[in-house]
């Protein structure tokens, strides 16, 4: 196995460790052995245009493509549904300056941030619309803040459970919650 090849694999079983079973992220090889090229499902809040208005989107679809000098070429990158944001064009700007040691992890996280606003820059956009409207609006950012690598319990995700079993301890009954237990979906 070549250094690249063992690269592209070390890739594909952190993104598998990192995002298998995510409500945000899903991550599908889609050619090579191991995996060349990625489809990557967002669900996450973004901005796109529709009838003339910038809307709410919650889906986004981008492939990641690793070409033959990958890693020391940073992966080329497209999305392949609309979005509003001044560093997304013909393909995904994420950054001027690739470092070997960046994961493929690493590069879906930044598009993730990306597409919630948490990262955008204005001074070095592929859509200079996009980058006026966004320094205009820099009040509305970022649209959301989920950490896709971490992300906190949402509301439906805990359940309070109210334990009934009678205390084993004879003294005084305290107030003091040791019979409530939280469990995370």
């Not at 509003?84 to 994420?94: A, D, L, Q, R, T």
Request: proline share 8%; glycine share 4%.
């Amino acid at each position: 196995m070549t250094p690249r090849q063992r690269r592209m694999m070390a890739d594909y079983n952190k993104i598998k460790e990192n995002f298998t079973g995510s409500k945000y992220v899903k991550v599908e090889p889609i050619y090579g052995n191991p995996p060349e090229k990625y489809r990557v499902t967002f669900n996450l809040k973004g901005l796109c245009i529709e009838n003339g208005k910038i809307v709410e989107r919650h889906q986004h679809i981008a492939e990641i493509t690793l070409t033959n000098e990958y890693p020391r070429e940073k992966p080329k990158c497209n999305l392949l549904t609309p979005i509003w944001h001044p560093n997304f064009g013909s393909y995904i700007c994420i950054g001027d300056h690739w470092a070997a040691g960046e994961s493929l992890s690493d590069v879906i996280v930044q598009i993730g941030d990306m597409i919630q606003y948490k990262e955008y820059n204005p001074k070095s956009p592929l859509n200079a619309q996009a980058a006026r409207w966004s320094v205009e609006n820099k009040n509305l950012f970022p649209l959301s803040n989920i950490d896709i690598m971490n992300p906190a319990p949402e509301e439906d995700d805990i359940e309070i459970v109210f334990n009934d079993t009678p205390s084993t301890n004879n003294a005084k009954q305290s107030d003091d919650f040791d019979d409530i237990d939280i469990k995370f979906n």
